[in-house]
């Protein structure tokens, strides 16, 4: 199973398709920067102001690390997930150890800054059930984080079906935007940027294989993302009842009595 998946590009606007993933292992390396004169780097970072070998990733068990090969520019790594977040990888450090989640690397570039994204959906939490000493750790098929925004974007996604317990018709993104729009955590959440949670919660988290499914190119392909998370998630566990408190409430303020 993969430590981590890289994303080294992210298509956009209609008939996008799919973007370049590059899933990697315990051990695994991969080099990333313009490239070298007649050999390839993993991760190709075509702007003529990045190094033609700019770093490397590592996978390693349940995160990845990160070596900065310039010898004069840090890199930032993004914590996609977090409210600014972010950590600098000074330049000529070898392996420094990345512990987000959904991240984002970037460099300086000639045009501006360049720029990948790194999830490590494997990530071990404790599990309380287990007990201490009783042989190898049970690894969980689904690792879900329910402090991420990805996790609040499924609880939303399946809070018709939890709260009805019928075949009710799922939300789309807008919905969820706006379902979600009042917690402090979300209240710059756009359709587009719940639609990029439900694609991180489909291949990497899920990992669903959706691609030869009918309208895998359209708006087919989104519902039917949406339906099989839904399912998955239901079927399994992964959502209860009791998650629908991380949502917003429902009701609305009183209005206030005025006095004369």
Not at 167 to 183: F, N, V
Not at 211 to 225: F, N, Q, S, V, W
């Amino acid at each position: 199973m993969e430590t981590i998946i890289v994303q080294t590009s992210s298509p956009t606007g209609p008939g996008a398709r799919r973007p370049d993933l590059l899933h990697m292992g315990p051990g695994d390396v991969a080099d990333f920067g313009r490239g070298l004169p007649g050999g390839e780097v993993a991760i190709v970072l075509p702007d003529p102001g990045i190094s033609r070998r700019a770093g490397r990733l590592e996978a390693a068990e349940d995160y990845w690390r990160l070596s900065n090969f310039s010898r004069d520019t840090a890199y930032v790594v993004e914590n996609l997930e977090g409210a600014g977040e972010y950590i600098t990888v000074a330049p000529g450090r070898l392996a420094a150890p990345v512990p987000f989640e959904f991240s984002r690397v970037v460099l300086p570039a000639l045009n501006g800054t360049a720029d990948f994204k790194v999830f490590a959906p494997q990530h071990a939490y404790l599990d309380e059930r287990s007990a201490p000493g009783a042989g190898e750790q049970t690894v969980h098929p689904y690792a879900l984080d329910v402090t991420a925004k990805y996790f609040l974007v499924l609880v939303a996604l399946c809070e018709p079906r939890l709260r009805e317990l019928s075949d009710c018709a799922l939300p789309g993104a807008g919905d969820i935007a706006e379902r979600l729009r009042p917690l402090e955590s979300c209240r710059g959440l756009t359709r587009s940027a719940v639609n990029y949670h439900i694609d991180y919660l489909a291949f990497a988290k899920l990992r669903l294989d959706i691609g030869d499914e009918p309208g895998a190119d359209g708006t087919g392909r989104t519902g039917a993302k949406r339906t099989r998370l839904a399912s998955l998630a239901l079927r399994f566990g992964l959502v209860r009842e009791e998650h629908l408190a991380l949502l917003p409430s429902r009701r609305r303020p009183l209005p206030q009595e005025t006095h004369a």
